[in-house]
């Protein structure tokens, strides 16, 4: 993990970054949860979401529990290496977040709400880390994949730090930009708490609602 002299995680330069390669991770594309399509295409109509809120395997199971959501996947997004492995990413020389792809149906719930989700699922204010987890793969983060998800996130994030400094709470951390290329992450990541009931979350929200 790079360090900077503050002894904070700090991203990599581009130049600087792990070369990666061009095969793709070889998945099975078929959730374990609800067996859906993990992999495009998706049902007409459809739309996806991401989202970087620390430890990808707890932030996966808040959205595939949600009404509406068709699926849900893990990977890893915004950074440098071209289809970085779990280990890679885990060094912070890859630049890369820790996220979920989320595909919901618009019909039965709202991008509002899956932010909703978001924000009062983790702690935003942390920087590079979540919890006890430290390193730039557990930032924050939103990436949309429209100028409507745009709006609704950057709208969202001033609602909700007026929340979080009326309980007392730091500056929002979190970095809202166009959504990178997404790559999926081994299968043993998806759907990691179903496969392991009792496996690691570190998750955990301020108690401050958004709405």
């Known amino acids: 993990m790079w360090f900077s002299p503050k002894n904070e995680p700090?991203?990599?330069?581009?130049?600087?970054?792990?070369?990666?390669?061009?095969?793709?991770?070889p998945i099975s594309g078929v959730h374990y949860v609800n067996g859906?399509?993990?992999?495009?295409?998706?049902?007409?109509?459809?739309?996806?979401?991401l989202f970087g809120l620390g430890c990808f395997w707890?932030?996966?199971?808040?959205?595939?529990?949600?009404?509406?959501?068709?699926?849900?996947?893990?990977?890893?997004?915004?950074?440098?290496t071209p289809n970085p492995?779990?280990?890679?990413?885990?060094?912070?020389?890859?630049?890369?977040?820790?996220?979920?792809?989320?595909?919901f149906d618009p019909k039965k719930t709202s991008y509002d709400n899956l932010l909703k989700l978001f924000w009062e699922g983790h702690n935003p204010t942390q920087g590079m880390k979540q919890g006890a987890d430290v390193g730039t793969q557990y930032r924050s983060g939103i990436y949309v994949y429209s100028t409507a998800q745009e709006k609704a996130a950057k709208e969202s994030k001033v609602m909700f730090q007026q929340n979080l400094s009326d309980a007392g709470h730091n500056k929002i951390t979190t970095e809202i930009i166009s959504a990178p290329e997404?790559?999926?992450?081994?299968?043993?990541?998806?759907?990691?708490?179903?496969?392991n009931p009792n496996g690691y979350c570190g998750l955990g929200g301020t108690g401050v609602r958004l709405f």
């Not at 991203?11 to 991770?25: D, N, V, Y």
């Not at 707890?58 to 440098?80: H, S």
């Not at 492995?85 to 020389?93: I, M």
């Open 10 to 25: 700090e991203m990599p330069e581009a130049g600087g970054a792990l070369q990666g390669r061009a095969e793709k991770m």
């Open 36 to 49: 859906s399509k993990m992999i495009a295409p998706f049902p007409e109509g459809y739309e996806e979401a």
């Open 58 to 80: 707890g932030a996966e199971r808040k959205f595939w529990q949600a009404e509406g959501v068709y699926t849900t996947a893990v990977g890893y997004a915004a950074g440098y």
């Open 85 to 103: 492995t779990y280990e890679e990413t885990c060094t912070g020389r890859t630049g890369h977040n820790e996220v979920v792809l989320v595909v």
């Open 182 to 195: 997404f790559y999926y992450a081994e299968e043993y990541h998806q759907q990691y708490l179903a496969k």
